[in-house]
């Protein structure tokens, strides 16, 4: 049995999911908030001329001359971002892989796409904020009570632990999944990524499953084998 067909077999066998999902998920999308590339010229380009911003994640933190400059950034990312958004395959490939299923999830992105692709927003905790409160100026929603409440729920069950471009050195989100995962005894540890962001440390390794590649390529393989299970 090949990794995907050992992940499949996790996944169906859950009783519940825990998710954490970063920046190499939204790349996946296509939307890359570190890259300074056609997508960021065409939506920023006057930005980069104006002040040197060179990618998204620039942009949200740059100390511009006046407010109505960072606000003038944020409503555009907003706009190109969030309300233009349409869900894209990728995303459309992970709620199928969920359905029917317990889950909460985790993530450093702020886009919103989870919750605008179908996700429940009340099982979606955005750690670091939404674009949308950044133009607002209101604060993260903290949602640390309902992540402990469904730990807890899931302790001594078949809990699935489901990393998606997580970076190796994480320590928001992919430590605790780690500890996590050596802590309960039916977990299983599933991480999706890039060959040099893959790392499975030998603590958990005969609990883990990490699936190299392309996170859009391997979505969909799993949702294709998950549904010829049902």
Same mark, same amino acid.
């Given at each position: 049995?090949?990794?995907?067909?050992?992940?499949?077999?996790?996944?169906?066998?859950?009783?519940?999911? &825990?998710? *954490?999902?970063?920046?190499?998920?939204?790349?996946?999308?296509?939307?890359?908030? !570190?890259?300074?590339?056609?997508?960021?010229?065409?939506q !920023?380009?006057? !930005?980069?001329?104006? #002040?040197?911003?060179?990618?998204?994640?620039? *942009?949200? !933190?740059?100390?511009?001359?006046?407010?109505?400059?960072?606000?003038?950034?944020?409503?555009?990312?907003?706009? #190109?971002?969030?309300?233009?958004?349409?869900?894209?395959?990728?995303?459309?490939?992970?709620?199928?892989?969920?359905?029917?299923?317990?889950?909460?999830?985790?993530?450093?992105?702020?886009?919103?796409?989870?919750? &605008?692709?179908?996700?429940?927003?009340?099982?979606?905790?955005? &750690?670091?904020?939404?674009?949308?409160?950044?133009?607002?100026?209101?604060?993260?929603?903290?949602?640390?009570?309902?992540?402990?409440?469904?730990?807890?729920?899931?302790?001594g069950?078949?809990?699935?632990?489901?990393?998606?471009?997580?970076?190796?050195?994480?320590?928001?989100?992919?430590?605790?999944?780690?500890?996590?995962?050596?802590?309960?005894?039916?977990?299983?540890?599933?991480?999706?990524? &890039?060959?040099?962001?893959? #790392?499975?440390?030998?603590?958990?390794?005969?609990?883990?499953?990490?699936?190299?590649?392309?996170?859009?390529?391997?979505?969909?393989?799993l949702?294709?084998?998950?549904?010829?299970?049902k």
């Open positions: 049995m090949n990794n995907t067909d050992k992940a499949c077999k996790a996944i169906a066998e859950a009783d519940a999911l &825990l998710i *954490g999902a970063s920046n190499g998920l939204s790349i996946a999308e296509g939307y890359h908030i !570190f890259a300074n590339n056609a997508m960021f010229h065409h !920023f380009g006057d !930005f980069q001329e104006r #002040y040197g911003v060179r990618s998204v994640i620039d *942009g949200c !933190f740059f100390r511009y001359p006046d407010e109505n400059t960072r606000q003038e950034f944020f409503r555009r990312l907003v706009q #190109y971002w969030v309300k233009d958004y349409r869900p894209s395959q990728v995303m459309k490939d992970l709620l199928a892989i969920v359905e029917g299923k317990d889950y909460f999830i985790l993530t450093t992105n702020a886009d919103t796409h989870l919750e &605008l692709s179908g996700f429940d927003p009340d099982r979606v905790f955005e &750690l670091e904020g939404t674009f949308e409160q950044a133009l607002a100026g209101k604060p993260i929603e903290d949602k640390n009570r309902q992540v402990q409440d469904f730990i807890t729920q899931c302790h069950r078949r809990l699935v632990l489901l990393e998606l471009g997580i970076g190796r050195n994480n320590r928001l989100i992919k430590q605790p999944l780690m500890q996590l995962a050596a802590g309960e005894p039916h977990a299983t540890y599933i991480t999706l990524n &890039l060959a040099p962001e893959l #790392y499975i440390p030998e603590s958990i390794a005969p609990k883990s499953i990490g699936l190299e590649g392309d996170i859009a390529v391997t979505l969909s393989e949702k294709g084998k998950l549904q010829s299970l």
